[in-house]
């Protein structure tokens, strides 16, 4: 592809102004309905008004267990003047939902009805008229509305309708919607797997979204990189569904086809959305039936479904956009953001002291796993440098919020066996490094804080931090684990790195930490020790928020070594380098201590299987773990 034919000039236009131009151009009226058995509505849309054709209940009916009654002949019963009623003559007994014959107009329940020969029964209370019946239409009425038009059915619903005596129900028709994964890169055997494949993720996802949000999926095998073959897959989908999502091979590459497909075939009225991650994300129009292009990476596929693909497939089902769970949040870390699009930021929410406080997750557009970890999300709006700590953010919750509010919150270092104790209880963990962790706590927006961080003149760990910055208040740290330390190198340490004087090396290059990691100040306290300049160690500057990260920029020999545990070593099949062992402990509020969540944590600390598990990973200590210390 020649240069002027790259699709560079991309627009930028804000997203509901995107949406309502686009809208404009989909012609929504041709929305048609099917009529299907009343026990297969569930979550289907009514393309119109639904009167009863039956009263419920369609006769009087008796409420209760008890006696039938005619109420006029029980009137004076009372404890010093008891009536006695004759069966068959006075009363009739009946059940709960049995029919009431006009000749009697009151139901006594039995509890207070006493038997006595002779079929006769004392009552010591009058019945007042139609006591405990049910008369006809009590619930509903022979011609009542039952459900209007636009209603998305529920399981009750389900019930009024058949009480209404409705068998069958007029909805809409579920759109189909086709999704082309495109890209000669892509893969759907695992099996074949190699440098270069990806595996087709995205259309997976699409495909259940689809089902979830009330349509039909048509998803088609991944599309190679060929302009003609796109044209015949994108042009044959429009024909045969309501909606054609197609993804990657959006933006500005060589092999980005896709919107000069659609302007070939049919219209593009938006190329490019103020909107991060998802800017260069396409809206078409072919065959008179919407095509979405959406970018490849994932946050920004399932972004762009969200707020665009999803409408769409609502809007067809005959529903507006659904109403979202929105709540106000504290947000803990300081966001950034650009001037130039309108950003969703993906986070982590906890309740602490009856306030909910957002913390933010990795943002890059490929990490899918801040997608699978998040609690919700937050939109920064256009125009927004950024939004400082400790502001209210409103946040669309993607988890139910009473398991929100009874999660543990954890704030502070990344190690592999918060995953092992998140198996074990309800645990929100956001890494943001040690001193990330003490000023969580220092504004009260994390239960705990793991930290390892070591003091740079007494050459100990975490006590004096805690004196530092919680000057006369009650504090207390958790004992955790003890961890080793050191470098993580390639299969047979082919750079023979040994020490902390081999990383200034000119053939040696370093993975870091984050600023405030306690394994950064590890690297920073032995550097100044051996008086070498942070400038002569080559990657200094390039950061990894996680231990997991620097392994795997380590394995895929990006960088050549950088300080992390034995246990992810261990578990990318790496070599390790032993530099020693650290306390990896958790800061909390010494009132805190009492909290259920609290003692659950350490109870699973100190338990047996716990360690256990650990233990199969490497290099692990267990010295007076779940001990408490009053700092």
Known sequence: MKKEDRNIYISNIDLDEAIDSYFEKINFENNSYEEIDVYDCLDRVTIECIFAKNSSPHYNSAAMDGIAVISQNTMGASEVNPKILELNKDFIYVNTGNVINDDYNGVIMIEDVMELENDKVQIIAPAYPWQHIRPIGEDIV???????????????????????????????????????????????????????????????????????????????????????????????????????????????????????????????????????????????????????????????????????????????SGLDKEQEDTYDAILSKRLVSSLKHKEIVRVNLGYINEKLVATPLTRGAGVTMSLVKADGLLEIPRNYEGIEAGSTVKVKILKPMNEIKNSLVSIGSHDIVMDILANKMNLSSGHVGSMGGIMAIKRDEAHIAPIHLLDMNTGEYNVSYVKKYFKDEKMALIKGLRRLQGFIVQKGNPKNIQKFEDLISKDVSYINRQRGAGTRLLLDYNLNKLNICVDEVIGYEREMNTHMAVAVTVKSESADTGLGVMSVAKAMDLDFISVGYESYDFLIREENLKDKKIKKFIDILKSEEFKSEVEKLGGYEFDKIGEVVHI
């Open 142 to 316: 022979a011609g009542e509305m039952i459900l209007p038009s636009n209603h998305k059915i529920r399981p009750i619903d389900i019930g009024a309708l058949i009480s209404g005596g409705i068998s069958k129900v007029k909805v809409f028709k579920k759109p189909i919607v086709s999704i082309i994964p495109t890209g000669s890169e892509i893969i759907e055997n695992i099996d074949e797997l190699e440098k270069g494949k990806i595996l087709d993720t995205n259309s997976r996802v699409f495909e259940n979204l689809v089902n979830k949000y009330g349509g039909i999926s048509n998803r088609y095998s991944p599309q190679r990189d060929d302009y003609e073959k796109l044209k015949s897959t994108i042009d044959e989908a429009s024909k045969n569904s309501d909606l054609v999502v197609v993804n990657a091979g959006t933006s500005a590459g060589s092999k980005d086809f896709i919107v000069k497909v659609i302007r070939e075939i049919g219209e593009v009225v938006v190329h490019g959305i103020a909107l991060k991650p998802g800017k260069p994300t396409i809206l078409g129009i072919v065959n008179n039936k919407p095509v979405v292009g959406i970018p490849g990476y994932p946050v920004s596929a399932y972004i762009v479904f969200e707020e665009i693909a999803k409408r769409i497939i609502l809007k067809w």
